[in-house]
């Protein structure tokens, strides 16, 4: 089962929006950045795994960035807040049209 959650990091002014899937790992994450929200990441593993196969990784990874590496399980001091997918897809889609439309 898929579910959405997000994080707040305050030593970076960091939210962090998440979406896992039942095994615990990260398919896509949104990172927004200071009291602005700016979006810095919005990486799909998916997409991240098609980047990888067609060579072009660095390119990805400079503009989306990367999910989290680690399941959550193994996640230590973050308690994060459960979401909805509608509340993600809100913050999701935003911040993935910003960065893609940015000059590489």
């Known amino acids: 089962m898929t ?3 997000r994080c707040y990091w305050d030593e970076e002014d960091i939210w962090s929006y998440f979406e896992v899937d039942a095994e615990g790992w990260v398919t896509r994450q949104v990172e927004l950045q200071g ?3 700016t979006p810095i990441a919005a990486a799909s593993l998916d997409d991240w795994q098609q980047a990888h196969a067609a060579g072009r990784l ?3 990874d400079s503009r989306f960035g990367i999910t989290a590496e ?3 399980s193994e996640w230590e001091g973050h308690k994060p807040e459960q979401l909805t997918s509608e509340e993600f897809e809100e913050v999701w889609g ?3 049209r910003q ?3 940015q000059p590489s």
Do not use: G, H, K, V
Request: charged content about 20%; overall charge negative; glycine content about 0%.
């Open 94 to 96: 935003p911040a993935r």
């Open 35 to 37: 009291p602005e929200l």
């Open 99 to 101: 960065i893609a439309s």
């Open 3 to 5: 579910t959405w959650m």
């Open 58 to 60: 660095d390119e990805y």
């Open 70 to 72: 680690l399941p959550i």
